[in-house]
């Protein structure tokens, strides 16, 4: 199978290929990734001689480049995209461009050259913010209700890949996933950026009161829900993904890392909110384990000790991008007032 692989040298992405090239030898990858920020190939490095993988360095809004590499494809996963909440908050026309438009250019590019599937990867927070003392969960038939410009970008391009699935016969998949952290995550988001600000002997900033929740993932049993519904050969359907059976605050896994650390909780330093922070996510992932059989392997404490331990090991990998991105770290974090 011919696989065109978008966003492959972000952390999702990259772990991806990773992953489907170890248990799926037989297979082609193309990736093409416009190597943003946030795209890194340092995370290849032990495929990139393979000759079964290829690398393009290209963007998803390049028209008639996104016509040429999806030429001759099988299939299309779609990781593409600006991933940050904060960020679209200080800048969100990219995340249109890239997750609206550069989505738009590849279903158009897949209908064209007869792409015989299209899977998406796609979020929950489309689904918005559910309270904090319920056990509601989002699922397959939560209504959309994206609160930030990330999540209605994101909310956006899963519109656009439905209607394309209807309008023009595209046979597409998605999946809306939770909160994945492990290895090769930028050190933006809080899992990547707790660990290493302790590493740094830094405090580790949490936004407001501490208490929203979010529904956390190792990110190779993310990828295995991919290849779990990529592998099903279904269509137009749509699985939710999650991690979680029950709820933990930030507040908890900030204090779970300073332990495992070895750290006490003088580190944690409450800093202003982010601008319409959805409260709490929990995703009900029961379709995808009756249909499929998956379930997630990994545990939030195995999970956080591997992602600890990489880290660690993993120094010069994101030391320098922690030093590049200083100036967006100096925007998005405010004293608490
Ligand atoms: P990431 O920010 O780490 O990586 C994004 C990758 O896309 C980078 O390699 C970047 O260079 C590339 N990219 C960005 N704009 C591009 C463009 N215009 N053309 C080509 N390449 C471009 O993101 P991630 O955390 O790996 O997320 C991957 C996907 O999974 C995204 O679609 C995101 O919405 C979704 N998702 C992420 C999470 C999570 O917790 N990180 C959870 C659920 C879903
Ligand atoms: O739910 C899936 C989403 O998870 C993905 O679609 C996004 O691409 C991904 O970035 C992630 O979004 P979040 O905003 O939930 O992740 P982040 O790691 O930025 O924040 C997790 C929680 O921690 C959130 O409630 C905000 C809080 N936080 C975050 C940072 C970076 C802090 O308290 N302090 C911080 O410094």
């Known amino acids: 199978m011919r696989i065109l692989v978008t966003g492959g040298a972000g952390f999702?992405?990259?772990?991806f290929i990773l992953y489907?090239?170890?248990n799926h030898p037989e297979d082609e990858i193309t990736n093409l990734d416009a190597l943003t920020y946030a795209g890194n190939l340092a995370n290849l490095k032990s495929v990139e001689n393979q000759d079964n993988y290829t690398f393009?360095?290209?963007?998803i809004c390049d028209r008639e480049l996104v016509e040429k590499v999806t030429q001759n494809m099988d299939l299309i996963v779609h990781f593409a995209a600006e991933s940050h909440v904060d960020r679209s908050i200080l800048n969100p026309e990219v995340f249109l461009q890239?997750?609206?438009?550069?989505?738009?250019?590849?279903?158009?590019?897949?209908?064209?050259?007869?792409?015989?599937?299209?899977?998406?990867?796609?979020?929950?927070?489309?689904?918005?913010?559910?309270?904090?003392?319920?056990t509601e969960k989002f699922t397959l038939s939560t209504k959309y209700d994206p609160r930030s410009p990330y999540s209605a970008s994101k909310a956006s391009s899963d519109h656009l890949v439905r209607a394309y699935g209807e309008t023009y016969g595209l046979s597409y998949t998605?999946?809306?996933?939770?909160?994945?952290?492990?290895?090769?995550?930028?050190?933006?988001?809080?899992?990547?950026?707790a660990i290493t600000n302790i590493i740094e002997d830094k405090k580790v900033p949490v936004y407001g009161d501490g208490l929203n929740v979010r529904d956390w993932l190792f990110v190779t049993d993310h990828c295995a829900a991919i290849e779990a519904v990529i592998k099903?050969?279904?269509?137009?359907?749509?699985?939710?993904?999650?991690?979680?059976k029950k709820d933990v605050s930030n507040?908890?896994?900030?204090?779970?890392i300073l332990k495992l650390m070895g750290k006490s909780e003088a580190e944690i330093e409450f800093v202003q909110d982010r601008p319409g922070h959805d409260r709490r996510y929990s995703v009900d992932w029961s379709q995808i384990n009756q249909d499929l059989g998956w379930q997630p392997t990994v545990t939030l404490e195995e999970g956080?000790?591997?992602?600890?331990?990489?880290?660690?090991?993993?120094?010069?990998?994101?030391?320098p991008l922690k030093d590049k991105t200083a100036s967006f770290f100096a925007q998005n974090y405010k004293k608490k007032v």
């Open 12 to 15: 999702i992405g990259s772990n």
């Open 20 to 22: 489907w090239l170890k």
């Open 56 to 59: 393009v360095h290209g963007n």
């Open 98 to 134: 890239t997750n609206v438009l550069g989505t738009f250019n590849l279903l158009e590019a897949a209908v064209k050259n007869k792409v015989a599937h299209f899977h998406h990867i796609s979020t929950d927070e489309v689904f918005g913010s559910l309270p904090l003392e319920t």
């Open 174 to 193: 998605i999946t809306n996933c939770s909160n994945n952290y492990g290895p090769f995550q930028f050190p933006e988001k809080l899992f990547g950026l």
């Open 232 to 244: 099903s050969a279904a269509h137009d359907k749509t699985y939710l993904v999650g991690g979680l």
């Open 251 to 256: 507040l908890e896994i900030v204090r779970l």
């Open 304 to 319: 956080l000790q591997q992602t600890i331990n990489w880290y660690q090991e993993n120094r010069s990998w994101w030391q």
